[in-house]
């Protein structure tokens, strides 16, 4: 991390606190098929990607998303209306930048959510799961390369990525909302592919209970800004081997099922945060 990341990141950070994103709390981070979550924020202000200065271009035309600031559950949240995947193209700082942005706006705690694959053979479609720790399985890190101190240290302590405050309180949440949750390790690969059944074994013998494509860059880079992190996950298929096939279309239709219960259990979930 130079010098002009960070200054690119207090430029992008200054547009929006000018546009009256000040004070936020907390961050949220919604992944595919979850962005809904963010029009039920109060007097919001939604800036489009592509309008903040500094912040990766959208590779896919029309559907670059926003960040929507605004009051949830009582708190002053500034949310990702989609999200950077590194199997897009970008680097793992791109991904990233929001987190760092986020931090440089005051945000002191993070929901991460997504889509992803049961791997736990108790898991079933529409299953919300509380990500209990993760393992990185990107073959890369966002923190590679120089480190800025003032950013956060060196070497970056992940015995605790997911507060195990915040994953009682979720916990907490989903019990009064009458929700079953689950508990488990999520294992972030690069994609773009769906995997292999061999990979889900792996997977599986790893230690993994659902496996994605998103959400281990920024909950490192979040721990590595110091940030409390919750993180969710919607599962939206059995991992493959499990069932015939997979598809994209298969997943967003799942993430809409379940979206009323997911937006209950974050909301829910930050008012107690
Ligand atoms: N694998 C990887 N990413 C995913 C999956 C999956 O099965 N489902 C949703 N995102």
New binding site residues.
Partial sequence: MDEKYIESVNKAASFLKEKGMVDAEVGLILG?GLGDLANEAQEAIAVPYEDIPEFPVSTVEGHAGHLVYGMLGGKKVIAMQGRFHFYEGYSLQEVTFPVRVMKALGVSSVVVT?????VNETFKPGDLMIITDHINMTGGNPLLGPNDANQGPRFTDMSVAYDKGYQELVEDSAKELGIDIKHGVYMG?T?PT??TPAEVRMVRTMGGDA???STVPEVIVARHADMKVAGISCI??F??GMQES?NHEE?VEVTTKVRESFKSLVKTAISKM
């Fill in positions: 595919s997504n889509a992803a694959g049961g690969l994609g769906y995997e496996v994605g494509m939206t298929n991992a493959a997979l997943v």
